[in-house]
């Protein structure tokens, strides 16, 4: 029996998703289709022990949980009439799952996928729920993730899959004419999850790998399923990305700058993986702004140190991002290469530009950025302006300890010297 257990919780561990999703292309309802997922394992562990476990333990598992379903309905309809409608339609069903080709199997990931960050729902529905039914984490894991309750993120849930009856929107994978639109939002809810696992918005640490883990799996999911050139340039994003974790914090988890970190500590492997993906990506000519972020971050990790970084090339891949793809966060990023380039001064005017523009003013990288810059060019007045500013806006302690030592070392240099302070 043990011996079944651990099959059974190993076939969980690796099919569990995609049996879900057929289960949902078979059956049009996401919590029937969870609930008799559950059902068709229980069975597994009951069943198995006499019966030997079957060649095709997914399609077993598909079988028996849409009869588990059909019977569930039945059950109901004798207090639902309208209900006996549908279950004659699951049980009509022409094939069964144990015949369906691999290719279909595939189709109902990307199906399950697509229908999850469907662009008619609200943006953290999108996140809950892909997590959820996608990746399997469940509402609590999301709630610690996301530093939000339980009882929201399951709110979360429940108005997306309203949502998604209510409006009756089709699971299914879009067609080639809108493949383009549908596959951004699918592309941006997995780069929203890296983000806030890669550098989470607010909490005590600086990482949360669990979410950049399940992102980078997405990823690769993605990637495998649907070979896009601008899939690929984000799973290089973000495996680029990760291959820094090591060398992104200190022991007492304190935040370590791109310039100041160990880089004999970052992950040559994900590197020349990230690496091949990007030049792959690149060499379509398909690509979009993550394949050119990815680029970016390719040349970061090129270098040997940050002194030895090409920023002339980085700073051209900004101008090219900035035209692709026009925002207050690129123009800010394009700043920082650009100072790295010609010197602070020209760093700190760009930025003064954008925030000159009402663009960014609630944003603390944006003033951060600011105070750095001004802290290398000795402005040490403006940089604790900007250092303060940052501070107010920002939520996540491994930040907030890097700011307030900066602060503090600003400070005891205008305190030391003022004339220092207009240089």
Known sequence: MSDIREKVDAIYRTESRRILATLIRLLGDFDLAEEAMQDAFASALTGWPQSGVPENPRAWLVSTGRFKAID????????????????????????????????????????LIFTCCHPALPADGRVALTLREVCGLTTEEIARAFLTSTPTVARRIVRAKTKIRDAKIPYE??????LAERLDTVLHVVYLVFNEGYSASSGATLTRADLSGEAIRLGRLLAHLLPEPEIEGLLALMLLHESRRPAR???????????NQDRTKWNRALIEEGKSLVERALRTGR?????????????????????????????????????MEPSPVVELNRAVAVAMRDGPPAGISLIDGILSGGDLQDYHLIHSARAELCRRAHRYEEAQKSYQRALELTLQEPERRFLERRLAEVTTLIDSDPAQSAV
């Open 72 to 111: 569930t309905i039945r059950r109901r309809t004798r207090f639902d009439a309208s209900l006996a409608k549908i279950a004659e339609q699951i049980d009509l069903e022409a094939h069964e799952a144990a015949n369906r080709e691999e290719g279909e199997v595939k189709d109902d990931d990307l199906r």
């Open 173 to 178: 994978v879009p067609q080639p004419a809108d």
């Open 249 to 259: 914090t200190s022991p007492e988890g304190d935040l370590i700058l791109l310039d």
């Open 287 to 323: 690509f979009g702004p993550f394949t050119i972020q990815a680029a970016i971050a390719a040349v970061h990790s090129e270098a040997a140190d940050g002194a030895n970084t090409d920023w002339t090339q980085i700073a051209g891949l900004y101008d090219v991002l900035l035209r």
